[in-house]
């Protein structure tokens, strides 16, 4: 079974904060993904990669920077944590291939007070 | 104009009923047609896919494509409390190395026992 995992299920930080969260996946999946989710909006991209130490702007990458250093770790850094950056946020991985079925892990509910 | 509209519900259904759950979007592009299902507090898990148009059975739920009117629905037959879940469309383009994925903000799905 592929498995996602990310560092932590619930955050709480202060405005001004720099916060990081992580994602793994054991799959070796070349294609990792993080998006957002808020009531009534869905899922919306952040970042995206699909290879180590390359990275994409998705939708809504204001206010936030990716890092992956190696194929299993992509990691999602809020430079300065604003209120507004209050959410739901999932990774996810996919092989390149004929149908990029998206694998995603459990969440990181973020609250900046 | 979002790329993909579907109705956030909720929806509530007894066990036994018959779900129909829909998305509508405006991209023809779109090849890959997909149904996931996030039980609460979990990460999104993909329950069916099609590609291109016409219809796919699995179990208790079958998936249908109108690439004409672009839309597309999710039946659940014989309805269970297990299915009280939030469905989510989404729907990738063709590309070489990755598909972006756009989704639907989700239909809550509440089977009454």
């Known amino acids: 079974d592929v498995k996602v995992t990310q560092s932590s299920r619930y955050l709480v930080k202060r405005t001004g904060e720099k916060v990081f969260l992580e994602c793994v996946q054991d799959?070796?999946?070349?294609?990792m993904f993080w998006y957002r989710q808020d009531p009534g909006l869905g899922l919306r991209l952040i970042y995206f990669?699909?290879?180590?130490?390359?990275?994409e702007k998705g939708d809504i990458p204001e206010g936030y920077s990716v890092s992956r250093e190696k194929k299993e770790r992509f990691s999602l850094i809020l430079e300065s944590a604003s209120t507004n950056q209050t959410s739901m946020y999932l990774c996810?991985?996919?092989?390149?291939?004929?149908?990029?079925?998206?694998?995603f892990g459990p969440g990181t509910r973020l609250t900046v007070t | 104009q979002k790329e993909v509209e579907q109705d956030p519900g909720p929806l509530s259904v007894p066990e036994g009923a018959i779900v129909s759950l829909n998305c509508t979007y405006s991209?023809?592009?779109?090849?890959?047609f997909m149904w996931y299902r996030q039980y609460s507090r979990k990460g999104p898990e993909l329950l069916m896919y099609?590609?291109?148009?016409g219809n796919k059975e699995d179990g208790r739920f079958t998936a249908q494509v109108d690439k004409s009117s672009k839309y597309i629905s999710l039946f659940i037959r014989d309805s269970q409390p297990s299915d009280s879940a939030t469905y989510l469309c989404?729907?990738?383009?063709?590309?070489?190395?990755?598909?972006?994925?756009?989704f639907g903000s989700g239909t809550k799905l509440n089977v009454k026992p």
């Open positions: 991209n023809s592009a779109f090849q890959y």
């Open positions: 099609t590609y291109s148009s």
């Open positions: 799959m070796d999946h070349e294609n």
């Open positions: 989404a729907m990738s383009a063709e590309s070489v190395n990755f598909n972006k994925f756009y």
């Open positions: 990669s699909y290879d180590v130490k390359m990275k």
């Open positions: 996810a991985s996919s092989l390149t291939g004929d149908f990029p079925e998206q694998y």
